[in-house]
């Protein structure tokens, strides 16, 4: 983590109070808040809010149902009776009127409208009858005119009707006063059912209007309540969400700015609060991170320092190896061999074997400051990454150890080699040390057979190196690519035990790995792969190393 921690911040540093100076500025009071939640602030607004629409809807429901009673009534019942009742006056005006006509003419024509009349009487008290009922005031009005209708009917109507025609009726000319009188009480008859019926008409029409004020106040009070559910919704809202979530997104923004200082405050619901207060965690554990982080690399900027200072030491080592301790062994085996050849008759058995063991441990010492040399050289001099071509490589290393090939008479095959980025001459040790292995870790009983596989693969390129040898047991796997490792002597097999290591340096070098492949039999195959395309790396080092030294006289 590149963050840097802001200044007075440091490993054990916390917010509390005793540790103001490293945790920043003051913390905010928190507000105590309720301990209602985002989801059970909904829940009841939603609640109230379903209710008091459910009580409106009921009241609404209600006012309908009694608006469309007082309808109903209005011009289902009250108006047709009306109309009805008017109807039933008038057919019994015409039969009044018919009779006294007749009464006083005796002419029969003036019975027609007698007769018309009876059969609309008729059809309005049924009419009346289907429309008021058989129960209630109207219905006791109508039976009242129909009984008071009968007794002027058969008292006088009927029997006027039932005169012989042809001159005044004496009957109505005696009993005029009587009939007049009768049918007066047909008309207070009629004109109390009609003041009823209107009355009754007028009593819907006002229970009409007063439903329809009533249903105007209700659907404005439903309107109403829902314009302030609304209202106080958003204003819910924003103070107990929107405000609170913008306080915390101002405060993880500054955290996510890199100003870990400032503290993360929680407000409003109880969930937003316990969110604020897992995010003042989180922040309070990045800053402890932070804190080690910094430690961490401070400790590593010291180790790299020193780690820097030690491979500029081994350098001058390498050095020094190279330049000063190898004329020495040189000397000292010259001088070695000179003393042979000059007191050759002069040295026993034992002496010539003294001298011959000098003589090889000079050269073996020589052997391994070059090797070491050319180990601590990978990645660091003849770096320069080109386009290497493979093939012709591989024919300069075949024709390197052409001498070990005849003598060993082995068979070295390939397959067609691609063109690599990578430095020539460290691929060249890596396919070298490879095929001088495999000739040298030969089967006694058959001659060496070794075949280098290439194949293109995962953007990499995977090769290997195939022989019959005496192969390698795979408890060594892993030893055999360490420096100085080796699974024989050096009576049996001569070397240094650096070769393996330095094929893995080189390999890892150019971005692959190297792996013995122990389902290979009978022998050894070791894999290794290079990449497609030349990797990162650091710029090297190309020079030695400037080493003064002490120079005296001799």
């Known amino acids: ?74 011009v289902d019942r009250s108006s047709p009776a009306l109309i009805a009742a008017a109807g039933l006056e008038n057919a019994l005006v015409n039969q009044e009127t018919g009779i006294r006509g007749y009464g006083l003419t005796g002419r029969r024509q003036f019975l027609d409208p007698y007769h018309d009349g009876l059969t609309q009487q008729q059809a309005a008290a049924g009419r009346l ?66 003041r009823h019926l209107e009355h009754e008409r007028a009593q819907a029409r006002a229970e009409l209007h007063d439903v329809a004020v009533l249903q105007n106040w209700i659907f404005t009070g439903l309107a109403a309540v829902v314009f302030v559910m609304l209202v106080l919704a958003v204003l819910g809202l924003r103070r107990g969400v929107t405000e609170p979530l913008g306080k915390l997104s101002a405060d993880v923004r500054a955290a996510a700015r890199g100003d870990f200082r400032r503290p993360v ?12 207060s897992d995010i003042e965690g989180m922040r309070r554990r990045l800053v402890d991170e932070l804190a080690f982080s910094d430690e961490a690399r401070s400790q590593l900027d010291a180790q790299a320092t020193e780690l820097q200072r030690s491979n500029s030491e081994l350098e001058q080592f390498a050095y020094v190896a190279s330049h000063d301790l190898q004329e020495p062994l040189r000397k000292v085996a010259s001088f070695c061999q000179l003393l042979q050849r000059r007191n050759a008759d002069q040295l026993d058995d034992r002496a010539q074997q003294y001298i011959a063991f000098a003589v ?3 050269n073996r010492m020589q052997a391994l400051i070059n090797d070491l040399l050319a180990f601590s050289r990978v990645g ?24 070990a090939i005849e003598e060993s008479a082995a068979t070295v095959t390939h397959d067609p080699l ?34 280098l596989s290439a194949r293109r693969a995962d953007g990499s390129w995977h090769f290997a190196v195939d022989d019959n040898g005496i192969g390698i047991d795979p408890a060594y796997s892993d030893k055999i690519f360490v420096i100085f490792q080796r699974l024989h002597t050096r ?43 030349a990797p990162v790396i650091p710029a090297p080092e190309t020079t030695e190393p400037t080493l003064q030294r002490e120079v005296t006289a001799p």
């Open 1 to 74: 983590m590149s963050q840097q921690l802001p200044h007075g911040e440091g490993p054990g540093q916390t917010d509390e109070p005793g540790h103001a100076a490293a945790a920043g500025p003051p913390r905010r009071p928190a507000r105590a808040g309720s301990r209602w939640t985002t989801r059970r602030a909904l829940n009841v607004s939603v609640a109230v809010v379903m209710v008091a629409l459910v009580l409106l809807g009921g009241g609404g429901a209600w006012v309908h149902a009694r608006a469309t009673d007082a309808t109903g009534r209005l």
């Open 129 to 194: 009858r289907t429309l008021v009922g058989h129960d209630g005031p109207a219905a006791q009005d109508l039976a009242r005119v129909l009984d008071r209708t009968e007794v002027w009917q058969r008292e006088f109507a009927r029997p006027v009707a039932a005169a012989p025609s042809g001159g005044p009726v004496r009957l109505a000319l005696r009993d005029a006063g009587a009939g007049l009188e009768s049918f007066d009480a047909v008309r207070a008859a009629l004109g109390t059912q009609q």
């Open 265 to 276: 405050q929680g407000s409003g619901p109880a969930d937003l609060r316990a969110l604020a």
């Open 360 to 362: 090889d441990g000079a």
């Open 380 to 403: 660091r001099v003849h770096a320069d990454h080109t386009d290497v071509d493979l093939e012709a490589l591989f024919g300069q290393v075949h024709e390197s150890l052409s001498i």
């Open 418 to 451: 691609p063109t690599v980025p990578g430095d020539t001459t460290q691929l060249g040790m890596l396919l070298q040390n490879l095929l001088s292995n495999a000739l040298k870790f030969r089967s006694p009983d058959r001659p060496p057979a070794i075949h």
């Open 491 to 533: 009576e049996t097999y001569p070397g240094t035990g650096i070769g393996l290591a330095l094929c893995k340096k080189v390999v890892e070098y150019h971005g692959g790995t190297i792996a013995v492949d122990h389902d290979h039999t009978p022998g050894t195959r070791i894999t290794f792969t290079l990449a497609e395309h």
